[in-house]
């Protein structure tokens, strides 16, 4: 989480405290951790490592999530030693410089698989692009809200649709995994317009993300939306209306998209109005079932949930997705078995001509699985099946046969560049490459 720091949007739903970033609340769980380190990187990191470690977690690949405003706002030697500072949290020793400390992470007992930023659409150009990949971002959550101007401009968010298809575009073409925030319910709208919008958002080609983070609109203390609502301007709908929106939501979605959470992490006591439900995504998963309703996220069909849950767990066969995003084309390729349980998934995007060298990226390749420990093999996880190995073996026969693509470029965790070295990738600049032709 960084330090609070002015954010350059003034949108009406945010919360605004002297104790945290813009949109946090001061008591929000990720703010309290920061505070107790007084916001130094290094020091939660550490903290978070001992947390988990107590929990019984392991620990060798973590995914960081920067936390806090528009964290590609503040200064740029804050943004640097920042992420620094995050990585040698997870390294245990200083470095001098940022390249220095990821160099260390690559063969680090808590290795970084994964860094995710949040950012606004308007402050994602090809300047913080740059940034972004020296800082090792994999991920990036936009703050999209809706797609509608009209309802932009009433909320005082500051940027329009425009910079959206802009901002999406770009991360594609970079290789970045793109996710919306998405908040059905702020003023303007009605449940009918959110669920418009929501299916635009998969049947329009400037959108279609990976993942999906679905915020219902909450009035929360410290925000202008606070004083709309007690002067009777805006109002929340009923749970029961924002439980079956969500639950429609979710059954339109394509089997690309991963819903990572259903709300967002603000304590109840800040609520003053709108769904307060800790437990969403169970009541939501519950309306469905009554709905006879179904969510093709990755998430939900991911082999380790369904295990926990009881399915009866196939055996894995190779499927592929094709479709058109950002004037390029995204084939989705997966493992999964006969009930459509995914063990594993690769996003392989083949570049609109044009685009510098980088014609055919990976973005993501993930298996799913209890959690392995690197050096350490279970026979039934899924990671050790050689289905990772299968999916690149796959995805650079498409880029090569297919689209005559004479290098693949995958923006890798770095924390996972020792593993693609293995399989005759080298790091050029900030991708790890592999000679096709």
Not at 114 to 136: A, Q, S, V, Y
Not at 294 to 314: A, S
């Amino acid at each position: 989480m960084a330090k609070p720091f002015p954010c350059p949007g003034k949108c009406v739903y945010c919360p605004t405290s002297a104790y945290a970033p813009k949109s946090y609340t001061a008591e929000s769980p990720a703010v309290l951790r920061a505070r107790k380190c007084n916001f130094d990187a290094r020091k939660q990191v550490e903290y978070r490592l001992n947390t988990l470690t107590e929990m019984g977690h392991a620990l060798d690949k973590v995914e960081l999530i920067i936390m806090g405003g528009t964290f590609l706002a503040y200064p740029w030697d804050y943004q640097y030693q920042f992420i620094k500072d995050c990585y040698d949290g997870l390294n245990g020793v200083p470095s001098s410089d940022i390249k220095e400390a990821q160099k260390l992470n690559e063969t680090a007992e808590h290795r970084c698989v994964g860094l995710c930023l949040e950012t606004r659409p308007d402050f994602c150009e090809e300047e913080e692009i740059k940034r972004m990949l020296e800082f090792g971002t994999t991920r990036v959550e936009l703050g999209v809200q809706t797609l509608d101007d009209e309802i932009h401009r009433l909320t005082k968010r500051g940027h329009g649709v425009a910079e959206v298809i802009s901002a999406t575009k770009l991360l594609r073409n970079y290789g970045f995994k793109v996710y919306y925030h998405w908040m059905p319910g702020l003023p303007g709208s009605t449940p009918e317009h959110d669920m418009e919008l929501s299916q635009k958002l998969f049947d329009d080609e400037y959108y279609k993300p990976d993942g999906l983070k679905l915020y219902p609109t909450l009035v929360v203390a410290g925000s202008e939306l606070e004083n709309w609502y007690r002067d009777n301007r805006y109002q929340p709908y009923k749970d029961e209306r924002m439980v079956d929106l969500l639950a429609n939501i979710k059954n339109l979605l394509p089997k690309y998209v991963r819903v990572p959470r259903l709300m967002r992490d603000i304590p109840s006591k800040f609520i003053l109005a709108g769904c307060s439900d800790l437990a969403l995504r169970q009541t939501v998963a519950r309306r469905m079932s009554e709905l006879n309703l179904r969510c093709q996220c990755t998430r939900c069909r991911e082999y380790g949930h369904r295990l926990r849950d009881g399915w009866i767990v196939g055996e894995p066969h190779l499927t592929r997705l094709e479709y058109d995003a950002s004037q390029g084309k995204e084939i989705f390729l997966c493992y999964e078995d006969e009930n459509e349980t995914l063990f594993g998934l690769l996003r392989l995007r083949i570049n609109p001509q044009g685009h510098d060298s980088n014609k055919a990226l990976i973005r993501e390749l993930h298996i799913f699985g209890p959690e392995v420990p690197l050096g350490e093999k279970e026979e039934q996880a899924a990671q050790h099946q050689g289905l990772g190995k299968e999916l690149l073996r796959e995805a650079e026969r498409i880029a090569a046969e297919e689209f005559h693509s004479k290098k693949l470029n995958i923006l890798s965790g770095v924390g996972v560049r020792d593993y693609y070295r293995q399989l005759g990738y080298d790091l050029e600049g900030d991708y790890m490459v592999k000679q096709l032709i």
